[in-house]
């Protein structure tokens, strides 16, 4: 429920959904989420269908979707609640489509400066290499997935359990699992400096736009 620009940050990815075609909507909710429910309500000024599946206690992100199990028909997507996404949701479905697969986990290109430099040494302790501040880069996991109902049987019921844990324990069994890297906007929300990049890249957009 934290403001970015004029608007909590549900209202941004429900928006986003609305816009990829996708209009019934699952909010998995916990501690307050009665804030959740009384702001959204059942989300037809949004043009959307929004029910709730709420728990009592923290269950980890894949607990709090297993959760949500008795609310899910078929295949479904599956989103975190603190970031804000851009791109095009379609191809990734049909691709988990083609693919036949149990889940598909949506990947975007990151890269980053570390704060620090790198020192390499031989085995004697004679300095062999320093790389000032490398940077790293590589796909990392969004918070976006397109699962069939039956992943679900991979996240026991009522305790704290991780998606890292599901997409193990998935693996371990044999499930068809794929990753789709796709280009678009991804902003975090995790943390305070996060959440106040994204809303200066929101006015900055809206300045912009105005």
Avoid at 167 to 191: N, Q
Wanted: proline fraction near 3%.
């Amino acid at each position: 429920m934290l403001p970015v620009g004029p608007k909590p940050i549900l209202e941004h990815i429900l928006g986003w959904l609305r816009r990829e075609g996708i209009t019934d909507v699952v909010i998995s909710t916990g501690y307050l989420g009665k804030m959740v429910h009384e702001y959204f309500g059942d989300g037809s000024e949004w043009g959307t269908h929004v029910s709730y599946a709420a728990s009592s206690r923290p269950l980890g992100t894949a607990g709090q979707l297993k959760a949500a199990e008795a609310k899910v028909k078929g295949r479904f997507i599956c989103l975190y609640g603190d970031a804000l996404l851009d791109f095009k949701l379609g191809k990734v479905v049909d691709f988990h489509e083609k693919s036949r697969a149990a889940a598909t986990m949506v990947l975007m290109k990151y890269s980053t400066e570390l704060k620090y430099g790198f020192i390499e040494t031989d085995s004697r302790g004679r300095l062999a290499e320093w790389k000032e501040k490398p940077k790293v880069a590589g796909y990392i996991n969004v918070g976006c997935y397109v699962m069939e109902k039956k992943f679900l049987e991979y996240i026991p019921a009522g305790r704290m359990y991780g998606m890292k844990e599901t997409f193990a324990r998935a693996r371990a069994d044999g499930a068809r699992l794929y990753a789709m890297k796709v280009e678009g906007e991804f902003t975090d929300i995790g943390d305070r400096r996060s959440y106040r990049e994204a809303n200066d890249q929101y006015m900055k957009k809206m300045g912009k736009v105005v």
